[in-house]
């Protein structure tokens, strides 16, 4: 069941039209991936990882990204890697569990549907893993409050 409660799909933040960076999350972490451009030995890029504010870039030109966080990480657990053509960056959140509602500071925020999807798909995956084991595909949502006496294997 836990493998549903993964991010299904990564939101975009795109800016004068062109993909900046795609991101998701989990309790745990908030992942950016931004594509890189061809040609470039990989050697040349870089990403410097703080407690709130990450910048990415190649060696000797401005950075491509130079941010604050939406919210401060634990910087000896958040790294980065080069993946094929994408740069992927995982920043560990300080606060696991804290819905994000963009990895920058004022950057493609989510929206109010968005954001509330996403806390959502948290909360079931925290109580999923603080409760190993509940199975909810035998659940019956009706919309009515459930019969305490039978409600989770009570009295029958």
């Keep these: ?3 549903k409660l993964a991010p299904d799909k990564r939101h ?16 745990d972490e ?7 451009p061809p040609n470039v030995p990989t050697k040349q890029f870089f990403s410097k990882i703080q407690s709130k504010h990450v910048e990415v ?3 000797g030109n401005p950075p491509y990204l130079n941010h604050d966080l939406e919210h401060p990480v634990k910087t000896d657990s958040s ?6 053509d994408t740069m992927h960056i995982t920043l560990q959140k300080r606060e696991k569990g804290l819905t994000w509602s963009s990895p920058i500071v004022g950057q493609g925020q989510l929206d109010a549907y968005a954001a509330d999807q996403e ?14 084991g509940f199975d909810f595909s035998q659940a019956d949502f009706s919309g009515n409050c459930p019969d305490p006496r039978t409600f ?4 029958r």
């Design 12 to 27: 975009v933040f795109v800016h004068n039209g062109q993909k900046v960076f795609e991101w998701d999350q989990t309790l």
């Design 1 to 3: 069941m836990a493998e």
């Design 79 to 84: 790294f980065w890697t080069l993946e094929d």
């Design 119 to 132: 806390q959502k798909r948290l909360m079931l995956q925290r109580f999923q893993e603080e409760n190993p």
């Design 57 to 59: 870039g190649i060696k």
């Design 30 to 36: 908030v992942n950016m991936y931004i594509t890189l």
């Design 152 to 155: 989770m294997g009570g009295i």
